[in-house]
């Protein structure tokens, strides 16, 4: 027995060890197919020629060609930012020429980061191409917004330099794609089948880039100086800081990057046979304890089958929709375990046909709310667009046309319902600043959301219609058409709290408990329907994270509101 358990232990370290070699191979497939996709994306951009038009350094353009040129590349530019699996930012940094392109969203100016470790390391190359990652961006300049997180632990890029045709040691321009490290990191999460595993992206000099560890996973490990060739496709056996481990490594096709993983020989020893030894005991004494059962019980199978039924159509008035086992034996008892679980069967059919038909009414309601509040948005906007054209103010028109094809592009998210909390703050930012132009520059946003919040998910254009109540409802219904309008975000215990708040004009007692009460009922149950907007956010926020998320508001006449919304950290 003791030799059998021996025997079937080795065999489970093997398999263990299959396994998670089937597992880093896909994950490293999977990277590497997503590293070359950026290439690509870079390499599809370089080739088009309005893009090498732009950037020549023999072109000669005025602001008029220059803004029309940069309208019809903005496709391209949203084209690749959207066919990517996680989220990612094209920037094109260009030379003082080019100056009136720079907007700090696709293009910034050359000096912004003449002095990062990367564009010097990119300048220095034989190569046109560099994979930057942590130290190299220290000396960037164009991490600047506020609710971005630390670039240095959260952002891996990919830069192309295009050469001066005069000059070929000169960069007339440069195109970067920065893309997520941390979709990459829960990537390489899921690959680790084993407790007190991990597993690494080391760059060319073998420094860590990315590292995730399961339990006690050893993900600080240092790896340089440390030949690792010997373990490219298949387990080996290396000391690292003084201790045993196994380690797989692969590598990328289009990148000097590898990937790691590593299980700890002394992990992996520790399944011996003691534990299958226990493991077959314990089965052995369950097994004899169902049998003796099995025996005991035999003589009432036909009683407790009964019983069985009757108990089971009294749990279906709690919403148990449990089916019973048919029996092989075509007797009386069999008809009517058949008669049961038919009912059931029909029941939640028809409880689920209920409910989806639920979901499809509140996703109608929604599109309706959209094609109610979009099209009169966008009729105010082009308006204003053609007053500032009449007017010769070209920076204006500029600014608006940006504002409103980011504002749209971020509220249609490809036909999909969700998107992370970032991208709502993008959407709210390009509508504020459209209704501030029109508006006259009278009203301010301040953000002040926690960078931990901004990866999660929530529905889509969820504080846009708050926001724009704060403005018609609030700021503009004050004497003085002047205010501000202010966003805040905390994480705590896996929920997050965010706060809407302006100094309008304010909210008389009565309409905040009525605004209160319409945020906690079903739109059928509102029968003024003149909350519909608020009901209908909160019917999302409810269906999304469930009935407990609403929103809650507070106000004081001549003060201001308080819109405050707490829901679950959700990706």
Known sequence: MIVFNYYISQNYQE?????????????????????????????????????????????????????????EIYNLIYFIENIQQSSVQLRIYVKDKLSELVDEGNYYSLKDIEEAVWFEKLESSKYRNIWISNEDYDGDLTFLPSYRSD????????????????????????????????????????????????????????????????????????????????????????????????????????????????????????????????????????SSVLIFLSSMMFTRKITNQIGLVASNMKNLCSGNFHLLPLQKNHDELSDLIESYNYMTYELQMLIHSSYESGIRIKNAEFKALQAQINPHFLYNTL??????????????????????????????????????????????KSYFSIQNIRYGGKMSLDIDIDPLCLE???????????????????????????????????????????????????????????????????????????HYGIVNISERIATFFGPQYHLHFESELGKGTIVTLVIPAKY
């Open 15 to 71: 398999e263990l060890l299959a396994n998670s070699k089937s597992s880093h191979a896909m994950t490293a497939s999977s990277l590497s197919n997503q590293f070359n996709s950026y290439s690509e994306s870079l390499s599809l951009l370089m080739t088009d020629t309005k893009v090498r038009d732009l950037i020549s350094e023999k072109s000669v353009y005025t602001l008029d060609e220059l803004t029309d040129l940069k309208i």
């Open 151 to 286: 670039p240095k632990s959260n952002t891996i890029s990919y830069a192309i330099k295009v050469v001066d045709s005069d000059d070929y040691s000169q960069s007339s321009s440069i195109i970067r794609l920065d893309f997520s490290k941390r979709a990459i990191q829960l990537a390489l999460q899921k690959s680790l089948i084993m407790e007190n595993s991990a597993t690494y992206i080391l760059d060319e000099n073998n420094n860590t880039i990315i590292s995730a560890a399961v339990d006690r996973g050893p993900d600080a490990l240092c790896f340089e100086g440390i030949n690792l060739s010997d373990t490219t496709g298949n387990w080996g056996e290396l000391k690292v800081d003084g201790k045993e481990y196994h380690v797989l490594t692969s590598e990328f096709l289009v990148t000097p990057w590898k990937m790691i993983t590593i299980i700890s020989s002394e992990d992996l020893n520790s399944v011996n046979y003691e534990k299958q030894l226990l493991f077959y005991i314990s089965l052995l004494l369950i």
């Open 383 to 428: 308006d204003m667009i053609n007053y500032h054209a009449y007017k010769n103010q070209s920076d204006i028109v500029e600014d608006i046309i940006f504002q409103l094809t980011k504002f749209y592009r971020l509220s249609l998210n490809q036909g999909n319902d969700t998107y992370q909390i970032w991208r709502e703050i993008d959407l709210v």
């Open 456 to 530: 999660y998910t929530i529905p889509k254009i969820t504080f846009q219609p708050i926001v724009e109540n704060s403005i018609l409802h609030g700021i503009l219904n004050k004497e003085e058409k002047k205010g501000c309008v202010t966003i805040i975000g905390k994480i705590s215990d896996d929920l997050i709290t965010f706060v809407i708040k302006d100094d309008g004009a304010g909210i008389s007692e009565k309409n905040v408990d009525s605004l209160n009460k319409a945020s906690k009922e079903a739109p059928e149950a509102n029968d003024s329907g003149s």
